[in-house]
């Protein structure tokens, strides 16, 4: 973990960024080599676990999207839930949208969230086209690596995040994903 701004994050989360007013949250422990772009699979939401040392009203997430993007094709949100087996709530999300190709896109959340410090959360993103391309941090074992569970539910968007995820597998992909606090 690390301080900036004064917003620190635990070890289960990777560290903080430039700005203050962005906690990333997905950010890898041990990155190597220059970040890449991935295609993520059509239908499915990813989540990945993430813990504050502190609470933080959470207004919006950010990710970085590479050349390909398709319109209304990506929604971000976070989730609740403790355990990777578990089903998981959604707390809030940004509903689809279209980020912005090449470069960083903050999307605002349905409804600021306030999320507690030292409780797990999950940050999520739900592509309905396979085609799109995110920034990729690294790519994981099958259940993640020590700084993000990285976790994958097959065939589950329809028109956004569903309101539950049930029984994901590991994910093999961690994107860069960013809480945003203004």
Known sequence: GGMNGGLMLTSLAGGLDQWTDRVDVTVPRLMTGSATTAAFTSTNVYLY?????????????????GATVVASSIDL???TGTTTGA????????APFTPT?????????????????????????????GTDTILRVSTPGANGDAGNAA??????WSSGLPATVS????A?????LSLVTT
């Open 49 to 65: 676990r993430f813990q504050l040392a502190r609470p933080l009203l959470v207004t919006k997430i950010a990710l970085y999207c």
């Open 172 to 176: 093999n992909v961690v994107p860069w």
């Open 167 to 170: 029984t994901p597998a590991g």
């Open 101 to 129: 190709i090449n470069a960083a896109t903050e999307r605002a959340l349905s409804a600021s969230i306030a999320l507690d410090g030292g409780t797990p959360y999950w940050v999520a993103i739900g592509v309905n086209d």
């Open 87 to 94: 089903t998981f709530t959604r707390a809030a999300s940004t």
């Open 77 to 79: 949100g976070i989730y």
């Open 151 to 156: 976790l994958v539910k097959a065939g589950v």
